[in-house]
């Protein structure tokens, strides 16, 4: 029970914009430049919705929708997981600083942005699911929380999950306080049932005492370090290589997460 | 085939109610609200809340120090009753503490400590103070985090964070988790505390009420907010197991809006028709359901359209939020646990405060207290961004030499 297939990926961050733009330079064969993100769209959001929308919703909606559309399977029947740290920290800011203001005028909309499930919100209006959805939260460990309760989900349901993590720096004074280098979402489809056409093929499984993959690329190893959402690049990095090998994911203080990836 | 059951080993309660599942008990029994006018902080709003006596006096010391926040005394306070942590102690001795999962359901976790930091911004840079600590307090991983460090476990654990249903989705959860192997058993539990957000969020969306909140009332209107910590111990139930078992749970997701409720409660009843499927208990079966019942004009009515397609008009059905205010994130945990009290003590609660029951709605709503004996009973929990969780509790119909029928104080 412990294997999962990877169907397809979504991918937005400085100098990896989109999936298969990256895999050049996950697979080591270009080097890594930091280039600022292009304005990411959500699409699939209706347009009175994409109006009132945050960067940390526009970012999680974005790599979800290319995994889907890469895919090209109706996202209506996929159930969801969304990983965070620090959830829409824009928004919580905004709510903070209108709470030290006269009569504290705290907008209606940012406080329903202000949740830690609103992309998973949004993401079910723009898709029409109404399938189960988690939105969890593990510090640093969040994208290694995430992929096992994604597996858990996919096991459970015997059926497809989505997940989504994400996390992006915190505005001031928030961020001398929690470092996040650079946004980064990423998006994995989940498939239990192993088919032939995938990307790859994962097993997990405790890392015991090992200590966490690091990258050998300086740029890419500063961006994993420097937002939980990007301790997923040695997983992808193993992904586009195309080559069967075992990555180790940190997932808590001491603990990690084994996966073996094989194409 | 149903799923395999869960047993709740243990669990522990704190609410306006009091610390401790027997303050939860006396008051439901007695009829005693725990809320009262609006006295949290400097908070000038016309409201009541559900408030926990005492935290603003209790601080975290020695190695829990950093995580001082409200959010964390009340986590603090709630593992400290009903001999929790010596119930974990067993379980860790038995499964070994990296086998043992922690999933804990907040939604604003310890943001109360940001809002303060903003008050102290200084003048002329615009930094928060140096005791601010974003990591221990406010993340939303904190009060998961702190709860495994008091617990001494140190097993896969993540905060579920969906709002209203975070800590019923705990369950679903801990489910999951146990089933794939990733532990052998699991403390849930749900703690969300009462900040400024909250309070000025509500208000601002105009769904606090001026007065205590009467759910399913003809005058109901709005919510009260409240603040609750509640913890279970879940481990794979034993053949014949009298304990009171997690039968099934359901999650489902409006697809509809951010904050309002799909008017038809399509996807509650999603939720409710699956906690049935997985268990194989036909609606009929169902003794109580414990709603979700925040008294807000729009929730109540989609919740109840929802509750009458799948169990019809009869099914006995009540809110508790009379005696608590809405938890939130704590919501979830908090109506879980009343459930096994109304299980184990033959109770079946009535709607505190509602005096006129909504003729539009058709639930079967219970408005004083009953003494029943209930074998199968559901909770519901929603939230914003339509995020839907039903959980069904059931124990084995004989019961135990001397156990309590609910007569008299437990």
Redesign the interface.
């Known amino acids: 029970m412990n294997l999962l297939a990877v169907e397809a990926v979504g991918l937005m961050a400085p100098g990896l914009v989109g999936w298969t733009a990256s895999q050049a330079v996950l697979a080591g064969q270009r080097s890594y430049v930091v280039e600022p993100m292009p304005a990411t769209m959500a699409t699939l959001l209706p347009a009175n919705e994409r109006r009132r929308i945050t960067a940390t919703i526009k970012l999680a909606l974005q790599v979800a929708q290319e995994a889907m559309t890469q895919a090209d399977l109706d996202a209506g029947t996929v159930p969801t997981i969304f990983a965070s740290s620090g959830g829409d920290s824009e928004v919580l800011d905004k709510i903070c600083t209108a709470l030290t203001q006269p009569d504290r005028p705290v907008s209606p909309t940012h406080f329903h942005q202000s949740v830690h499930n609103t992309p998973a919100g949004y993401w079910a209006i723009a898709t029409g699911c109404m399938g189960p959805s988690l939105s969890l939260a593990a510090y640093d460990s969040s994208f290694a929380a995430g992929l096992r309760e994604a597996a858990a989900l996919a096991w459970a349901e015997q059926a497809r999950v989505l997940l989504v993590a994400y996390d992006l720096p915190l505005p001031a004074p928030m961020a001398g306080r929690r470092k996040i280098v650079a946004p980064f979402g990423v998006a994995l489809l989940l498939n239990p049932a192993l088919p032939v056409n995938r990307l790859a093929l994962l097993r997990l499984a405790s890392g015991g005492d090992e200590p966490a993959d690091r990258l050998d690329d300086a740029g890419l190893e500063r961006l994993r370090a420097g937002n939980p959402a990007a301790r997923s690049l040695p997983l992808l990095c193993a992904m586009a290589r195309r080559a069967a090998t075992r990555v180790i994911l940190s997932a808590g203080d001491n603990a990690t997460l084994s996966v073996e990836v094989a194409p | 085939m149903a799923i395999k059951p869960l047993a709740m080993a243990a669990c522990t309660l704190t609410n306006a109610l009091g610390p401790g599942l027997q303050a939860s008990l006396r008051a439901l029994r007695r009829g005693e609200s725990g809320l009262r006018p609006c006295d949290f902080e400097d908070a000038d709003l016309k409201t009541w809340i559900g408030r926990v006596a005492g935290l603003e006096e209790e601080p975290l010391h020695g190695e829990f120090a950093p995580f001082d926040c409200r959010n964390n005394r009340l986590a603090r306070l709630g593992l400290e009753q009903d001999e929790f942590g010596a119930a974990v102690r067993i379980a860790r001795n038995r499964y070994g503490a990296d086998r043992i999962g922690v999933f804990v359901g907040t939604?604003?976790s310890g943001?109360g400590a940001?809002?303060h930091?903003?008050?102290q911004?200084d003048l002329v840079t615009?930094?928060?103070p140096a005791t601010?600590?974003?990591?221990h307090t406010?993340?939303?991983?904190s009060v998961?985090?702190f709860t495994r460090r008091w617990l001494g476990l140190?097993g896969?654990?993540?905060?579920?964070?969906?709002?209203c249903s975070s800590s019923a989705?705990a369950f679903?959860?801990a489910?999951?988790?146990m089933?794939?192997?990733?532990c052998d058993a699991a403390v849930v539990g749900g703690v969300d505390s009462l900040c400024?957000?909250t309070l000025?969020?509500?208000?601002?969306?105009g769904l606090t009420s001026p007065r205590p909140c009467r759910p399913w009332d003809l005058e109901r209107d709005g919510l009260s907010v409240g603040e609750a910590a509640g913890f279970a111990l879940l481990e794979w139930a034993e053949p014949g197991d009298e304990r009171v078992l997690l039968l099934g749970y359901g999650?489902?997701?409006?697809?509809?809006?951010?904050?309002a409720a799909h008017p038809e409660g399509?996807?509650a009843a999603?939720a409710m028709q699956q906690a049935l499927t997985r268990a194989e208990v036909p609606p009929e079966q169902v003794d109580y359901i414990n709603l979700h019942g925040t008294a807000t004009p729009l929730n109540d009515a989609a919740e109840d359209r929802a509750v009458v397609r799948v169990f019809g008009p009869d099914t006995p059905c009540s809110s508790t939020k009379g005696w608590t205010g809405h938890t939130l994130g704590a919501a979830g945990v908090t109506e879980a646990i009343f459930v096994r009290l109304c299980l184990e003590h033959s109770l079946i609660p009535g709607t505190l405060n509602t005096r006129q029951r909504d003729p539009k709605l058709g639930a079967g709503i219970v408005l004083e207290n009953r003494e029943r004996r209930l074998r199968l009973a559901l909770s519901n929990s929603f939230?914003?961004?339509?995020?839907n969780c039903s959980l069904l509790f059931g124990r084995s119909p004989s019961p135990r030499v001397g156990e309590s029928r609910g007569e008299g104080e437990p």
């Open positions: 939604s604003t943001i940001t809002e930091a903003y008050r911004r615009g930094s928060v601010f600590d974003y990591q406010h993340n939303v991983f998961t985090d140190t896969a654990a993540f905060a579920i964070s969906t709002a989705k679903a959860a489910w999951r988790q089933r794939a192997g990733f400024l957000t000025y969020g509500f208000n601002a969306l999650e489902s997701s409006d697809a509809y809006h951010m904050t399509v996807g999603l939230g914003f961004g339509g995020s």
